[in-house]
């Protein structure tokens, strides 16, 4: 059974033949070496099924989802098409670097306030929800300040892109896929409205044409964009609470912030798991691959195997920013540097706070192929 083997932590076969929770075979590569030699050939392995739903979704749920218009064309992370390239091209002006660095300080500022109220709160006694009260809204605060999105309530986009992520990457019961797609299908018919008069990114994707391809853009942005970093965050900063020394040395400036980052997004990428398909007969390190077979590539796995201490957070280790969390090649992550600085100006705000914590509650994650999707994290004070 796939779901939850990115907790298990050993040694892995760089290749084999693995089912999932439905009996369903397919190719697991682990190895760095190969999951690199995947990525790097969009040709041979392609993207197509990265959107497909792990656990069929059965027409119950698709009533409600087609009731919505709900329709995912080849955008981003799925698509294999001639029309990647430019709809890759526009999204990355509106995540590009030089924008992305000019919200660092109106971001610090915000952690600062959060983190006055809660280090308050943890001096009164209380308990303190690092990712419902710190992480969880922070990266699509920060999306929507470089992306058009619908003016909805951080609580209804929450809640849809979690219901995104369990519906198309989870083991679920019909009923509770039922239940899903009443919430993404409501969400994506409002993303539809959006895409007729957005402006920014929005109005210069639905130049490219239809607006089921603006709607599946924001579609990916909103599971992809803001839900993996702010579940990101919340495991990175469980991580540090058990690192005391990391902890002094951020607060005293004898770390680097961005070794951490690196070594976080190494340790627990933000996805696990990613996928591809195989478009012709080939073989991977004498493993046979048929066309059409699933491949599922084993990311968190693969940055194990560029390091001296694989199972430790070391900050600034030989190997430890080859790691693949974002991808590689064609489909390589476009918001890698929001990522990246969100989480350095998180985890530098948030130092003193850690230093001081006890964890009361752990986060923990449900079943699901490529996402970790934390339920919370409690904190009390020493």
């Known amino acids: 059974m796939l779901f939850r083997t990115w907790e298990e932590i050993g040694d892995a076969p ?20 190969l999951v690199r030699q995947v990525l790097a050939d969009p040709e041979l392995f392609r993207p197509d099924n990265a959107l497909d739903a792990m656990t069929p979704i059965p027409v119950a749920a698709l009533r409600v989802l087609t009731a919505h218009g709900f329709r995912l064309p080849p955008t981003l992370a799925n698509n294999g098409t001639p029309s ?10 509106a995540l590009h670097p030089d924008r ?19 280090t308050a709160a943890l001096e009164r006694g209380e308990p303190v929800d690092l990712y419902a009260d710190l992480a969880a809204d922070l990266p699509l605060l920060v999306l929507a300040r470089l992306v058009d999105l619908p003016d909805h309530e951080v609580r209804v986009v929450k809640e849809f892109s979690r219901a995104a992520l369990e519906l198309f ?31 920014g990114m929005v109005a210069e994707l639905r130049e490219l044409g239809s607006p089921d391809l603006v709607v599946a853009a924001l579609f990916f942005l909103l599971v992809a964009g803001q839900e993996t970093t702010s579940q990101f965050l919340t495991l990175l900063m469980h991580r540090l609470t058990g690192s005391p020394e990391i902890l002094d040395g951020l607060i005293a400036g004898t770390v680097d912030v961005d070794d951490v980052v690196e070594e976080g997004l190494r ?18 390190d004498g ?17 194990r195997d560029v390091v001296d201490f694989p199972d430790e957070l070391v900050p600034g280790q030989r190997g430890s920013r080859k790691h693949l969390a974002f991808g ?42 490529s996402f970790r999707m934390p339920d919370t994290f409690v904190i009390g004070r020493q």
Do not use: F, K
């Open 267 to 284: 340790l627990v990428p933000p996805i696990p798991t990613w996928r591809r398909v195989a478009a012709a007969d080939t073989a991977l």
């Open 169 to 199: 990457w989870a083991p679920v019961d019909t009923d509770r896929q039922v239940e899903l797609a009443g919430i993404v299908g409501p969400y994506h018919a409002a993303l539809r409205r959006h895409a007729a008069t957005g402006i």
């Open 14 to 33: 760089a290749i084999g033949v693995q089912t999932d929770h439905l009996g369903r075979p397919h190719v697991l590569v682990s190895s760095h070496r």
């Open 84 to 93: 990647h390239p430019a709809i890759r091209e526009i999204t990355a002006r």
């Open 287 to 303: 493993v046979a691959i048929p066309a059409g077979a699933p491949i599922v590539l084993w990311l968190a796995q693969a940055g």
């Open 328 to 369: 590689a090649g064609a489909h390589r992550c476009i918001g890698a540097q929001l990522s990246r600085m969100e989480a350095a100006v998180v985890v530098a705000g948030t130092a003193p706070l850690l230093r001081q914590a006890r964890v009361l509650r752990a986060p923990w994650c449900p079943d699901n192929l």
């Open 100 to 118: 992305v660095a000019e919200q660092r300080d109106w971001l610090a500022e915000v952690v600062r306030d959060r983190v006055v109220i809660l």
